[in-house]
């Protein structure tokens, strides 16, 4: 047995993904919670680390590379995504991922982001959503709710704010899930799932930024409110919600309805199914999208809200030039240079 | 009866028509037709920004020059023997570059009190109708209406007939300079081959054109341009971007990297995308970005990832890219960032030629951030000098930056074109493990031209990462300390300063090693610069010509070779920018011709300038 194949048929551990490089985030921030999970799952995926790339743009997200003992690419803002489609591109046998965040991948880079998603690199976006502009020290973000308070804006902040999870529908995304950094089970599953995925996966992360945001997702990640504030999507499981598991979701007619289990005449069967493949429902659930204060308002979902196969950007350019050297035959340089008509002198 | 044929040594002629009128076409096709004769010729198309400008207005005129010859030439020509004018607005834009006596084929249709009105004549003046045109040789044609009646049995709309009056004219043209029509009809079905009735059309307007100059006689003579005296070979005929396509697929073929093309639509770089997308067997990817930032750091992302990484844009594009350029330059890997310059500021001429993004090329970007700059002289020169680029990127580790102008790019010449196995093979070495007594992976470890190794992801045991924040020295993590910073903007000059050793030096085109004049040149004016020196070097003037390919770094010799003259002269199409560095660098009193018109400078304008200089 030769030394790569033993080297291969050693498992490898999360800290085989560690670098020697010291973790510059905040204490208390989020990321070192995705850091971990990432960190974790990747073993079980079973790629090897030289397969592996991380690609990432500008924030405090964007430092994730250095972490990470895979080959990696801390770029320029915003860019992340198009220097990924690239490689991608020109290396399919590759496992890219993207680590941006809500400034890199919504602001700066958004223009990339939904191209991405719509040509389906077989890749992976982690979205980092703090809705904050952390390494520069605390402006509001495309994702900030309107009039927040920031450097930026003492009066309060003026623009609506982006649905991430809509917007990458919109831009015809194949796999959209949600998780945040407080629930690392649940992290993990979304990272497997993201990476089983072929084609863009699309994956937001709620992550506390403790210096700057600090709570901004505390309603759902919280002991105290997160049953009732979430809704956890399962494949072919109605969607039931509550401290209790009292509460669910039904279809009245064209719009979506709040049930009470207990009072209502409504019980599970009643409930509407979730259904990955189904781009409708997917649609209606990226729209659960409600001010958590807000009177009769919907839980937030996390999980898979939409995954759904189609060709690659990547293959369909492999294959047309497959079809290209089949019709022409493979390009021969001689012919090229002469083209069909020529002339001799002398 | 038939009329003599007359050989001339030398013809201009200029196609001008309004912009749907199929001028271009008509050009291009007169244009291979003289190449397939063994003529020598340059062209020079120059049309309107607007797809379809308003009909019959001035500008809205577009015009094809070609200058054919049994001499060796080296442009479009400053004037033109013959002008074709499909309208009163096409004569009235071209005439003042006819030389007298010139001969001037007008289609009468293009000259009704509309025409007149949106050329913008007096009420009443009609140029063919009064003595203004005493002087040249005029021919009137009613082309619309004999185009009608060749096609008149033909089922479809006027219109549609109408839009063969080109090929009449080309026909026409055909017969007055002898040729054969082959090479028209072959193109024509290949064009039009699945639609009949164009197809028929078009070749019955060809034919009929033809046939008008062989039974009217209008002209007493016809002319033939016999073959040109060039150097042995088998050529073919080609244009500056059509060449480039090509020297960047010879170049991925001689580096065995497979290429990848990020790029968005931009005129006039568009064509380098729609050649190279036309040749996927080659394995070359093309890929058609949401924007020119996607499309350069696509290319590097290819380029990170092993592949031969180009984007393609103009000026507005490039700026567009710095950012993206600074970053390839701290990631040191190879990329080949070409710019088809047009004229600036911001949408500035699109469609016209200047030279004015050289200083954007040498320091448009933030930080200390150099870069190799490439240029090309001729459009068959692009595809050796984008050979080069690619060389140089590869070899050293760098992103380059590659100049043509929308001159060089769409115009033609014949081409000499290399075998593939003449082309120097271009050395590539990844690194594919680590060495001997090499515990990590060190990315930033230099070799002897202080290039750095290339590791591609999937080689195992080399993972490491790179990025955008300054580099500590040799391991490529992320420092911030001063003393390094200052070593690492050294470093980086350093590598870009010291590919001087591995380019030729400085050769003059032409002229004395010393002497009272140097014209040194870089880009599209070589032709021009080259014919004015040679008509002074005629004239026993002391004048010599060198031309530049490479502008960063320039060639070890050119310092000395600058001062073995009395006077420098610079011509460039731009305010002034080679002259600015090459002042800077060398404190040479260098002399700068300058013009700004979004047209090629001319040899005349040239030979004004050099004797004013000789006194």
Known sequence: MSDAVTAAATPLSAKDFATDQEVRWCPGCGDYSILKQVQTILPQTGIPREQIVIISGIGCSSRFPYYMNTYGMHSIHGRATAIASGLKATRPELSVWIVTGDGDGLSIGGNHTIHLLRRNFDVNILLFNNQIYGLTKGQYSPTSEVHKVTKSTPAGSLDHPFNPMALAMGAEGTFLARSMDRDPKHLQQMLLRANAHHGASFLEIYQNCNIFNDGAFEIFTEKGTRAAETLVLEQGKPLIYGTAKDKGIRMDGYKPQLVDLNAGGYSADDLWIHDEADMYKAQMITRFFDDPTAEGHFPRPFGV??????????????????????????????????????WTIG | MSVPVQIVEDVVIKFAGDSGDGMQLTGSQFTNNSALIGNDLSTFPDFPAEIRAPQGTVPGVSGFQLHFSSNKIYTPGDNCDVLVAMNAAALKVNLKALKPGGIIIVDTDGFDTKNLRLANYADGVNPLENDSLRGYDVHKMDITKLTREALKEIQMGVKEKDRAKNMFVLGFLYWLYDRDLTSTFSFLHDKFGKRAEILESNIKALQAGYNYGDTTEAFTSRYKVEKAKLPAGVYRNITGNVALAYGLIAAAEKSSLPMFLGTYPITPASDILHELSRHKNFGVRTFQAEDEIAAITAAIGAAYGGSLGVTTTSGPGMALKAEAM???????????????????????????????????????????????????????????????????????????????????????EPWRFPKSADLKTISVTFKKELAEGEAKYLPYKRDEKLVRPWAVPGTPGLEHRIGGLEKEDVTGNISYDPDNHQHMVKTREAKVEMIADHIPVQTLDSGPESGDVLVLGWGSTYGAIKSAVMELQAQGKSVAHAHLRHIRPFPRNLGDMLRSYKHVLIPEINNGQLIKIIRDKYLVDAIAFNKIKGTPITRTELVTAIGELLG
């Open chain 1, 305 to 342: 809200f939409y995954a759904k196969e189609r060709s690659t950007y990547e293959d369909d350019m492999q294959l047309q030039i497959q079809e290209m050297v089949a019709t022409k035959g493979k390009g021969n340089l001689d012919k090229l240079l002469s083209g069909k008509e020529t």
């Open chain 2, 326 to 412: 600074g970053l390839a330059v701290m990631l040191e890997i190879p990329l080949v960032i070409v710019d088809i310059q047009r004229g600036g500021p911001s949408t500035g001429l699109p469609t016209k030629t200047e030279q004015s993004d050289l200083l954007q090329a040498y320091y448009g970007r933030n930080g200390e951030c150099p870069m190799p700059v490439i240029s090309a002289s001729t459009p068959s020169d692009c595809f050796e000098a984008v050979y080069e680029a690619v060389r140089i990127a590869v070899e050293h580790m760098t992103p380059v930056i590659f100049l043509s102008d929308g001159y060089i790019a769409n115009g033609a």
